[in-house]
């Protein structure tokens, strides 16, 4: 078995609560359920993420710089705040406010 180091660490509660059904799901302590998260994490492919792409931003200014030299201008965004409101609140609220005002 491998050598063991001992670690205190701060949870959450909602994070408590999680890690206790776990360990009682797959029948391991929560330490093993800690351990295995550890693991998974550290060969996941998220974790060997390859460093971001240096000449990236380079090639955005590059060609940001040629938009202007050759006259390109986007234009900027007008908006009003009331607008924004408004269309928020027809996709996701309007309905629901008014079935609370009834």
Do not use: C, F, H
């Not at 959450?12 to 998974?40: D, M, Y």
């Amino acid at each position: 078995m491998t050598q063991m180091i001992r670690k205190q660490i701060y949870i959450g509660r909602s994070q408590q609560t999680l890690l206790a059904r776990l360990a009682k799901t797959w029948n391991v302590s929560e330490a093993e359920v800690i351990r295995l998260a550890i693991e998974r994490e550290a060969t996941s492919s998220l974790a060997q993420r390859q460093a971001p792409d240096a000449t990236a931003l380079d090639e955005l200014i590059q060609a940001a710089l040629q938009r202007r030299e050759a006259g390109i201008a986007g234009q900027p965004l007008q908006w009003r705040r009331e607008e924004a409101y408004a269309e928020r609140l027809d996709r996701y609220g309007r309905q629901s406010a008014q079935e609370e005002a009834k």
